[in-house]
């Protein structure tokens, strides 16, 4: 790995939610994560709905703040900077949110929707706005971009509204973005073609990205590590290749079972899955926190929560089995 660029360290966010007619409790989306991003590197953040990826991507980025832990960027502790002195990390950390239906403005012009980040972060010089709008648009394969610039988001496809809102990101020359599910709402023909826009950018610009999905397929595409996330917590980190051809913790290990695959026979065989359901994170089991749904557990399971180690170089699993 490179010289992070975004450092994790211990990471929980506590939310506050009703609970009853006049009480409330404390829900942990995230609970004591660690993980880097080097520079230049793309790190897959992988699990099941509701295990608490987006929330660690915003964190990482300091859209929250945590509740205990701290976050490092290019060496500084970003914690609890004011919102004054964040103005450098807006402008060298930006995120892709999921929807591309939702995360741009129908009343804009895609050129405007590209333009407001300089606006925003001080480029005065409408010229030269204008032509960091345009290089956006070329870097993202929407051209030409006069002519797109013009244009409204219902005159685009889901694939090109997601790729708008990659040149939004883009536009001010970041060095770490989080991808929170960029194709997971665009139809199949544009996702390779996504997919490959953001390889490209990582690979000429040096951009670290935390990318984040359930598509270990994807992920495999993407990424140079990847890290396994479940209710909360980080059960298996390695690079991707290693982790997904031998996966040491059971939970990676059913995610992969579970992958479709064409087998002429057993055409309407049914996939082994991870069976019952996630946990709340209002009730979060005591000890291993998959035990309840581990093919593997033992008495030592329910009893005490294993802790993430690294079992041989660059590869961590948070499991009693190692």
Same mark, same amino acid.
Request: hydrophobic residues 35%; charged residues 30%; positive net charge.
């Given at each position: 790995?490179?010289?992070?660029?975004?450092? @994790?360290?211990?990471?929980?966010?506590?939310?506050?939610?009703?609970?009853? !007619?006049? %009480?409330?409790?404390?829900?942990?989306?995230?609970?004591?994560?660690?993980?880097?991003?080097?520079?230049?590197?793309?790190? /897959?953040?992988?699990?099941?709905? %509701?295990?608490?990826?987006?929330?660690?991507?915003?964190?990482?980025?300091?859209? @929250?703040?945590?509740?205990? %832990?701290?976050? !490092?960027?290019?060496?500084?502790?970003?914690?609890?900077?004011?919102?004054?002195?964040?103005?450098?990390?807006?402008?060298?950390?930006?995120?892709?949110?999921?929807?591309?239906?939702?995360?741009?403005?129908?009343?804009?012009?895609?050129?405007?929707?590209?333009?407001?980040?300089?606006?925003?972060?001080?480029?005065?010089?409408?010229?030269?706005?204008?032509?960091?709008?345009?290089? *956006?648009?070329?870097?993202?394969?929407?051209?030409?971009?006069?002519?797109?610039?013009?244009? !409204?988001?219902?005159?685009?496809?889901?694939?090109?509204?997601?790729?708008?809102?990659? /040149?939004?990101?883009?536009?001010?020359?970041?060095?770490?973005?989080? *991808?929170?599910? $960029?194709?997971?709402?665009?139809?199949?023909?544009?996702?390779?073609?996504?997919?490959?826009?953001?390889?490209?950018?990582?690979?000429?610009?040096?951009?670290? !990205?935390?990318?984040?999905?359930?598509?270990?397929?994807?992920?495999?595409?993407?990424?140079?590590?990847?890290?396994?996330?479940?209710?909360?917590?980080?059960?298996?980190?390695?690079?991707?290749?290693?982790?997904?051809?031998?996966?040491?913790?059971?939970?990676?290990?059913?995610?992969?079972?579970?992958?479709?695959?064409?087998? $002429?026979?057993?055409?309407?065989?049914?996939?082994?899955?991870?069976?019952?359901?996630?946990?709340?994170?209002?009730?979060?089991?005591?000890?291993?926190?998959?035990?309840?749904?581990?093919?593997? *557990?033992?008495?030592?399971? $329910?009893?005490?929560?294993?802790?993430?180690?690294?079992?041989?170089?660059?590869?961590?699993?948070?499991?009693?089995?190692?």
């Amino acid at each position: 790995m490179q010289r992070p660029l975004v450092s @994790l360290k211990g990471l929980t966010m506590v939310y506050r939610v009703r609970h009853g !007619f006049l %009480g409330s409790r404390d829900i942990k989306p995230v609970d004591g994560v660690d993980l880097d991003v080097g520079e230049g590197e793309a790190v /897959a953040l992988v699990g099941e709905s %509701g295990c608490g990826k987006t929330t660690v991507g915003k964190l990482s980025i300091r859209l @929250l703040r945590p509740k205990s %832990g701290r976050i !490092f960027y290019d060496g500084e502790d970003v914690t609890d900077l004011p919102a004054k002195r964040l103005q450098k990390l807006r402008r060298e950390t930006r995120m892709i949110f999921q929807d591309p239906y939702s995360s741009i403005n129908p009343y804009m012009a895609v050129g405007e929707t590209v333009e407001e980040p300089l606006i925003a972060h001080g480029v005065e010089d409408k010229r030269e706005r204008m032509e960091l709008v345009y290089k *956006a648009l070329e870097d993202v394969r929407l051209t030409p971009p006069q002519d797109v610039a013009a244009r !409204f988001p219902h005159l685009l496809s889901g694939g090109q509204r997601q790729r708008v809102a990659i /040149a939004r990101a883009i536009v001010l020359k970041p060095r770490y973005m989080v *991808a929170d599910e $960029p194709v997971s709402m665009i139809d199949a023909s544009s996702r390779a073609e996504v997919l490959e826009v953001l390889k490209r950018l990582q690979t000429r610009h040096g951009i670290a !990205f935390l990318y984040i999905t359930h598509d270990l397929a994807t992920a495999r595409y993407f990424s140079d590590r990847i890290a396994v996330m479940y209710l909360g917590k980080v059960v298996e980190l390695g690079q991707v290749e290693e982790v997904l051809s031998e996966p040491l913790h059971p939970y990676t290990q059913a995610l992969i079972a579970s992958i479709p695959e064409p087998d $002429p026979a057993n055409r309407f065989g049914e996939r082994p899955a991870v069976k019952g359901e996630p946990p709340s994170p209002q009730n979060i089991p005591s000890g291993c926190r998959f035990h309840p749904r581990c093919p593997k *557990a033992f008495e030592r399971c $329910p009893l005490e929560e294993p802790q993430l180690r690294e079992v041989r170089r660059g590869r961590y699993v948070a499991c009693h089995l190692y």
